[in-house]
């Protein structure tokens, strides 16, 4: 079992940054997929970035260049660096993980993070222009 909690999101205006956090804990084994998504209303949810065992990282295309995915293994916890932001950015942030995809790529766990079994309860960011 796996607990996610995230922190950090908020009201910003365009050209903005914030910090998201995702506290986790209740599995202390090898580092595995973990990665953050975002759902806006009426649309579907969609995988922002990704990292993977090896550290290594995926982002969607329209974050790349202006969003960072990072961890803190020490902490257990799981960083979004948004910096940039735009009206578009606007969404339910969540972060999630699977201690099941261990050993894999940051661009690996992407194309699976749909399959994720553990997810954290969100955080609004909202981006005014």
């Known amino acids: 079992q796996v607990q996610l909690v995230e922190s950090g999101g908020g009201s910003v205006q365009a050209g903005g940054s914030l910090r998201l956090s995702c506290a986790a804990s209740g599995y202390t084994g090898s580092s595995y997929c973990m990665g953050w998504f975002r759902q806006a209303p009426g649309k579907e949810r969609e995988g922002v970035a990704a990292i993977g065992s090896d550290g290594s990282t995926r982002y969607a295309d329209s974050v790349k260049g202006r969003f960072t995915i990072s961890q803190d293994n020490a902490k257990n916890t799981l960083y979004l660096q948004m910096n940039s932001l735009k009206p578009e950015d606007t969404a339910m942030y969540y972060c999630?993980?699977?201690?099941?995809?261990?050993?894999?790529?940051?661009?690996?766990?992407?194309?699976?993070?749909?399959?994720?079994?553990?997810w954290g309860q969100g955080t609004q960011v909202t981006v005014s222009s």
């Open positions: 999630a993980a699977d201690p099941r995809f261990s050993g894999y790529s940051g661009s690996w766990c992407y194309r699976r993070g749909n399959d994720f079994d553990y």
